[in-house]
């Protein structure tokens, strides 16, 4: 229970203190992250070399929620969980941040986002995954260590570099918590109990 609520703590201050670290006007330069993300760090993952499989619909399908077994198909279910995030922000749509998140924490961050800057609406193309090392893959969790890259849409310095835990939440996956290294508490993630959202 403690473990859960120090996790859930660090989760909301992770993305509080991104929030604020966002710039609020075209003109500054400041280094731009992720919501519930944090500053980049270099990845020593090895690029993959496995053959992928084309997934459709990831986050809306209702019998699509399998194991995840090659970097591509988590790149693509992380790309478009993403998009959804930036998206629901860009247009303060909180149903559509709902319909790509599974804890209050992400929801609590999106709102608290509604007024970043944007240099251009969010697409599905300009939501750059790579460098991705999976974590942990079964039929409820999927962990991520990832380089996401928003610029396109977010502006100078919009990449960063952590974990991304996923969750299957009613046969699909959604973005749970984000964790700046690979070796913080990210796998208790895994096993909590998710909340209701509100």
């Not at 604020?20 to 075209?26: F, G, K, M, S, T």
């Not at 890259?149 to 969750?167: K, L, P, Q, W, Y």
Request: aromatic share 8%; with cysteine.
């Amino acid at each position: 229970m403690i473990r859960r609520l120090v996790a859930g703590l660090i989760v909301v201050g992770l993305a509080v203190g991104i929030w604020a670290l966002w710039p609020r006007d075209d003109s500054e330069t400041a280094t731009t992250t992720l919501p519930a993300a944090v500053d980049s760090t270099t990845s020593t993952s090895a690029p993959s070399t496995t053959s992928t499989t084309t997934v459709e619909s990831t986050t809306t399908s209702t019998s699509d929620v399998h194991v995840v077994t090659t970097v591509e198909e988590a790149e693509t279910i992380l790309r478009e969980l993403w998009f959804g995030w930036f998206e629901g922000i860009y247009n303060q749509d909180e149903d559509r941040i709902k319909e790509v998140v599974g804890t209050q924490a992400m929801v609590d961050a999106a709102r608290e986002a509604f007024d970043a800057p944007f240099v251009a609406s969010p697409s599905l193309d300009g939501v750059i995954v790579s460098g991705s090392e999976i974590l942990r893959a079964d039929t409820t969790c999927l962990a991520i260590w990832t380089t996401i890259d928003v610029t396109e849409f977010r502006g100078t310095g919009a990449s960063t570099d952590n974990v991304v835990v996923i969750r299957n939440v009613d046969s699909a996956w959604k973005l749970a918590t984000t964790w700046r290294y690979k070796e913080d508490l990210w796998e208790a993630d895994c096993e909590s109990a998710l909340e209701p959202l509100s």
